[in-house]
């Protein structure tokens, strides 16, 4: 019955997803959830430490000598909120993992984990927005620093949002996988 091109599959509709993973992988529900959060933890194991590492970078300036001639500290602390709010949210799935160990709350924790991970993505393409901003204000100024941080935000926009929405609403003409 199934088709690899069947175009009526949509992620936006999970039973459909979950219709074909049982269909065309033989899996059960619950071996769907321990797939999905292993993939969620690979995706966040890539992210942890960079996230940690700008926040770590972005907590020292303030004590660096030069830090006074900054002139966008607003961008700076909004920079710091972003940055310590993505690490809150890509490191959450863990402690959620902890509290909910050998509690059988699968569903919840892959979905709340998923959240978590896209919300902290979020903040996370904003961080690096702002640090563009900081780096260019300090190097060529701040007409440098806003056009540099517009063109950052775009790229983030176009490679972490649109073309994602794009390719999970487009037809393609290669297999679902």
Known sequence: MHKCDDHSMDVDHPERDQRWNH???GETELERLDRNWSSLLQELRV????V???TGFLLTLPFQQRFDVLTLHWVYLATVACSVGATVLLIAPVGMHRLLFRRHRLVVLVSAAHRCAYAGL???GLALTGVTVIIFDAV????AGIIAGACALAIFAVFWVAVPLLLR???VALPHY
């Open 140 to 143: 060529s100024g701040y007409v």
């Open 47 to 50: 992210v942890q430490t960079g």
């Open 169 to 171: 609403t487009r037809d």
């Open 23 to 25: 269909e065309s992988r």
């Open 52 to 54: 940690q590492l700008l």
């Open 122 to 124: 979020v903040l996370l």
